[in-house]
């Protein structure tokens, strides 16, 4: 995605039995994209992966002390950002138009060792949305599932326990297409 990041949103519509994930540009772009309960876990399992490698959780010489950290961090993150704020309306682009696309492929990882991880979205007519991520941006998607898996009947526990954690570093597949 062209431009820097501005908003992300993440509702459940029920219909359609999908989440949409909303990602929004200063530049007033926005790209729209429908999850499946299948991605969803993929994207969550992703993402644990990139909260456990914070070189602080790595620190952590027990499985308690990771689970502290990551909370520590992930409560910092949450507190640090607006999810009152409502989604603005002010979208004039949409490159992949109005209509939610449906993502089919996706991958989490970094070009360069010293680089941020991208999170990069396959769409079912083969365009590709790669969106950078700091921490923040981590923990407000992991913040963003966990609230949107309340609204489904998906039987996905999303959070950040030792548990789920190791639950999903165990399942989590290198690349899903």
């Known amino acids: 995605m062209s431009g820097a990041l501005h908003q992300l949103k993440l509702d459940y519509d029920a219909g359609e039995d999908r989440l949409v994930l909303r990602i929004s540009t200063h530049d007033q772009t926005e790209v729209r994209l429908w999850l499946t309960r299948r991605f969803t876990k993929a994207l969550w399992q992703g993402l644990i992966k990139v909260v456990e490698a914070d070189p602080s959780a790595l620190l952590a010489t ?47 990882g970094s070009p360069e060792p010293s680089e941020p991880p991208r999170l990069i979205f396959e769409t079912a007519d083969k365009r590709m949305v790669s969106l950078g991520m700091d921490q923040q941006i981590v923990h407000s ?16 526990v999303l959070d950040l326990t030792v548990a789920s954690i190791e639950e999903a570093m165990a399942e989590r597949p290198a690349q899903l297409h």
């Not at 998607?141 to 039987?155: C, E, G, I, N, Y």
């Open 141 to 156: 998607l992991v913040h963003l599932l966990s609230l949107a898996m309340k609204q489904t009947d998906w039987d996905l």
């Open 62 to 108: 027990d499985a308690a002390s990771r689970e502290s950290v990551m909370a520590y961090q992930h409560e910092k993150a949450v507190d640090e950002e607006q999810f009152g704020q409502t989604f603005e309306e002010t979208a004039t682009e949409f490159p992949l138009g109005e209509t939610p696309a449906l993502v089919v492929g996706l991958a989490i």
